[in-house]
T-cell receptor
Framework: KQEVTQIPAALSVPEGENLVLNCSFT??????LQWFRQDPGKGLTSLLL?????REQTSGRLNASLDKSSGRSTLYIAASQPGDSATYLC????????????FGKGTHLIIQP | KAGVTQTPRYLIKTRGQQVTLSCSPI?????VSWYQQTPGQGLQFLFE???????NKGNFPGRFSGRQFSNSRSEMNVSTLELGDSALYLC????????????FGPGTRLTVT
């Protein structure tokens, strides 16, 4: 059974810092990996999708990498801003597409002004 | 393009009752997935519908059911509600959940008393 772990569970940093969020998964047979952010009481906003054949994806100040063989992904946020404060969730879609997305518990990020 | 919409946004029900939640996917999307989010278990996959057929099902009791209509709108039903069913229920739509980004709606907050 696929399991996804995110470290750290919470992070608080001053504005302007670059930071890295980590995600690991137990079964490397995945279709894709997706990073989301969730604001309090809201739904999920998709940030980046990495297909299993890709190594990284970039969108603005965000860069996500995927190392399928080691079961790891990182989300890099450059020049953090208070508006980046949210919970960041990593999710994998297992090979075969069954069981839907498997989510980690998330990293709760606070950017201090 | 309108995003994923879910109705109602908030719902309070009593134990033993049943409830129906609705999800309208992004126009043109044929895949609709449902997830339950609770503080203890995080996000868990319920089921996925594609072109009116249930393609995948998560590990939830038979009290949880769903369907998809020809216009891709989906409903999920929970019968004989239990206190533990209190959660945020999120719906996600995609062109094809196996290949593409999944876009989430704002969710329906269900409280069972």
């Amino acid at each position: 059974k696929q399991e996804v772990t995110q470290i750290p569970a919470a992070l608080s940093v001053p504005e302007g810092e670059n930071l890295v969020l980590n995600c690991s998964f137990t079964d490397s047979a995945i279709y894709n990996l997706q990073w989301f952010r969730q604001d309090p009481g809201k739904g999920l906003t998709s940030l980046l999708l990495i297909q299993s054949s890709q190594r990284e994806q970039t969108s603005g100040r965000l860069n996500a990498s995927l190392d399928k063989s080691s079961g790891r992904s990182t989300l890099y946020i450059a020049a953090s801003q208070p508006g980046d404060s949210a919970t960041y969730l990593c999710a994998v879609l297992a090979g075969g597409g069954a069981d839907g997305l498997t989510f980690g518990k998330g990293t709760h990020l606070i950017i201090q002004p | 393009k309108a995003g994923v919409t879910q109705t109602p946004r908030y719902l309070i029900k009593t134990r033993g009752q049943q409830v129906t939640l609705s999800c309208s996917p992004i126009s043109g999307h044929r895949s609709v997935s449902w997830y339950q989010q609770t503080p203890g278990q995080g996000l868990q996959f319920l089921f996925e519908y594609f072109s009116e057929t249930q393609r995948n099902k998560g590990n939830f009791p038979g009290r949880f059911s769903g369907r998809q209509f020809s216009n891709s709108r989906s409903e999920m039903n929970v019968s004989t509600l239990e206190l533990g069913d209190s959660a945020l229920y999120l719906c996600a739509s995609s062109l094809d959940a196996r290949q593409r980004v999944q876009y989430f709606g704002p969710g329906t907050r269900l409280t069972v008393t």
